[in-house]
């Protein structure tokens, strides 16, 4: 039953000529083609100009409110701005402020001038303009090198971008999360303004009262539907379940799904729950499980009511359009031996899905997972605040050979861990943290100028 909830990006394509008498048209088409062949195979839902611009290529301002409002009516979610030669720093520069998304900056590189010395288009020469009027537009961008567009710096700052403006999206579009139940009584560490959140930056943070879930579980438990029975069969066979029994595996089964229908009922990216303060009384056992098969679905879960923590896997999940799962842990220990290295724990959320081969996964008699990840680069991140100022801790490292530990849990292991560890005690943050398999530091730094009001905080 292991699942996500993909997303694709729609891109805008915007390619830009100087106006009549610079460059022609029939040379103006060539770095157009080049760049629209290379992106076929881009992870991206492409939609060009061509109906609204000649050719596809817009070049003077008056096309600028056409272009604009066909791109809306589209509901891109970002925009390449294409140099086919020197360009038109007013276009771009007034596309970009009134579409106010993400925009992609790119001009192929120019041939050799010709044997009479004559140079075609001076594409590169343009992009210094163009670049200097979008941030006098207060425009933010991305840009790529002046490359071929068969290059790999083309096709990785594509990438890059596409991550980004994901990312972007995500938070920028209402984001909302689905709080349940309340943070335990004694973590003043997961406070968090819910005011604050929605006023700066449209976050909504939707309440599901404990007693609503409780009702909701068990009536699917007394009357289990299909959905509940394959997710009880799907967990009985990539996991050993008998310690925890069939009523309580059934119970966590139904919870799954009354906090997957609820998150969609409302469009929540992610979700934080009270767990083991009440859980454990109500129910006789702690979610931890409900919480890894969620995140495993593409329903990113945050436990011990942090919201923070909510919004920081939401953001990570966007940073690969929701194809693979985040994990949420704690930072534990240092590891004995290996002054670089730290125990990333949780009492059992991690997803089994991302568990390391040769594993034999259980959850016990309390609902906790009991697995070790698997290898691989991680990147770890951490949105939190301070007096109103907000911050994006993001680092990089890989997983490591460690102490067996209870739980679920891998050991981390970084360049440097007392930068980390000093950054995370003096900076606005504690000791959860968002994690997800890759590298995706640039994205987020990269998604952070789409942001008003976020920070990125790099180690």
């Not at 770095?31 to 991206?44: D, T, V, Y």
């Not at 066909?70 to 007034?94: N, P, W």
């Not at 504690?430 to 789409?450: D, F, R, T």
Request: glycine content about 8%; overall charge negative; aromatic content about 8%.
């Amino acid at each position: 039953m292991n699942g996500t909830r993909e997303t694709k990006i729609k891109l805008g394509l915007v390619p830009v000529k100087r106006g009549p008498g610079f460059t022609s048209i029939e040379n103006a088409l060539i770095p157009k083609q080049h760049a629209f062949e290379a992106l076929k195979n881009c992870p991206a839902e492409l939609i060009s100009i061509d109906t609204v611009a000649p050719n596809g290529i817009a070049e003077s301002p008056d096309q600028v409110p056409a272009i604009v409002d066909y791109l809306k009516s589209q509901k891109v979610d970002a925009i390449f701005i294409i140099h086919t030669d020197f360009g038109s720093e007013e276009v771009i520069a007034k596309i970009g402020k009134e579409m106010g998304l993400p925009v992609l900056l790119w001009g192929e590189r120019d041939d050799a001038p010709t044997a009479e010395g004559i140079r075609i288009r001076d594409t590169q020469c343009g992009i210094f303009a163009s670049a200097k009027v979008l941030r006098r537009f207060g425009v933010p961008f991305t840009y790529i090198e002046n490359c071929h567009s068969t290059d790999p710096a083309f096709s990785e700052g594509v990438e890059l971008f596409l991550r980004a403006a994901s990312v972007a999206k995500t938070f920028n579009n209402g984001l909302k999360v689905l709080k349940v139940g309340e943070r335990p009584a004694s973590f003043f560490s997961v406070m968090a303004s819910e005011e604050e959140f929605l006023r700066k930056f449209g976050i909504e943070v939707i309440p599901y009262a404990m007693g609503a879930l409780i009702g909701h579980v068990n009536k699917l438990k007394d009357n289990p539907s299909d959905e509940v029975s394959k997710q009880v069969e799907c967990m009985k066979k990539r996991m050993d379940v008998k310690l925890l029994g069939e009523d309580k595996l059934t119970i966590l089964a139904a919870m799954v799904i009354a906090i997957k229908h609820e998150m969609e009922r409302i469009g929540a990216a992610a979700a934080s729950l009270e767990c083991w303060s009440s859980m454990g009384q109500i129910f006789g056992f702690v979610p931890c499980q409900v919480i890894g098969e969620l995140t495993a679905l593409g329903y990113p879960v945050a436990c011990e009511g942090d919201i923070c923590g909510a919004v920081t896997s939401a953001m990570l999940h966007a940073a690969d359009f929701n194809k693979s799962s985040s994990f949420f842990a704690d930072l534990t220990i240092r590891h004995p031996s290996n002054d670089n290295a730290e125990l990333l724990w949780h009492c059992g959320p991690f997803p089994q899905a991302l568990m390391k081969n040769g594993e034999s996964p259980f959850l016990d008699d309390e609902g906790r997972g009991q697995w070790q990840l698997k290898d691989g680069p991680l990147t770890v991140a951490r949105f939190d605040s301070l007096d109103g100022e907000y911050s994006l801790f993001v680092g990089e490292g890989k997983t490591t050979n460690g102490p067996k530990s209870t739980g679920t849990y891998c050991w981390l292991e970084v360049d440097d861990w007392i930068k980390w560890e000093k950054k995370l005690v003096e900076g606005p943050y504690i000791h959860h943290c968002s994690v997800i398999y890759g590298n995706y530091a640039e994205v987020l730094q990269e998604a952070c100028k789409y942001i008003d009001g976020l920070s990125a905080d790099l180690v």
